[in-house]
Structure formats: C-alpha cells, structure tokens
C-alpha cells in the first residue's frame, strides 16, 4: 500500500538545524512532486516547500527562503527538507505530500522550536 514516513523531527533551540526526511513506498515515486507542508498551532496546514518530479525545480513560501532546502533523491525515494536557522514560529506538524493525478499525504513529524 502506499506510504510516506517522516522522520527527523524534535525539539531544537532557536538558530538550530533539523533535517527531515520522507520515505515513500507503494507509488511511483518520480512520477510524483513532492511538497512538505506544516501546520502550527492554531494555524492552517500550510505550503513550505515543493520540489518537481526530477528536483530540477524548487518552489518556497516566503517565510523560509533561504532557511530551507527541499531536495530528493528518486534511487531510495526520499525528499528531505533541511531547516537551518530555525525560529519559534516555525513549531508545527510537518508533513510530506505527493502530487500527481493522485495524492498522498505522511502522517507527519512534530517540529518543536523552542529554548
């Protein structure tokens, strides 16, 4: 069946660093664009990142460019998404989506930021 784990999440200090990671089975993973999105407290699920089906192309909300790398490697289909300089308001449920005529969603990773 298909499948998208996420991992990498946790409780980092404000400036730190935190990669996450996106294993997808089940679905023709390079056939599929892959986004993260977030959704904090209180807040909307929001778009942080996409990437196309070759990573040839990156897309960024405006909160995280220049913070945030979004990157894949379809050999051990996987997306990452390295956060550098992480704030507070970052703190949110991350999680990994696929896109193409269907779609799937992770059941996502706690991303806490905080000292």
């Known amino acids: 069946q298909v499948q998208l784990v996420e991992s990498g999440g946790g409780l980092v200090q404000p400036g730190g660093s935190l990669r996450l990671s996106c294993v997808a089975s089940?679905?023709?993973?390079?056939?599929?664009?892959m986004s993260w999105y977030r959704q904090g407290p209180q807040k909307k699920r929001e778009l942080v990142a996409s990437?196309?089906?070759?990573?040839?192309?990156?897309n960024y909300a405006d909160s995280v460019k220049g913070r945030f790398t979004i990157s894949r490697d379809n050999a051990e289909n996987t997306v990452y998404l390295q956060m550098n300089s992480l704030k507070p308001e970052d703190t949110a449920v991350y999680y990994c989506?696929?896109?193409?005529?269907?779609?799937?969603w992770g059941q996502g990773t706690q991303v806490t930021v905080s000292s």
């Open positions: 990437i196309s089906r070759a990573g040839g192309s990156t």
């Open positions: 089940g679905f023709s993973f390079s056939s599929y664009a």
């Open positions: 989506y696929a896109s193409n005529y269907q779609q799937y």
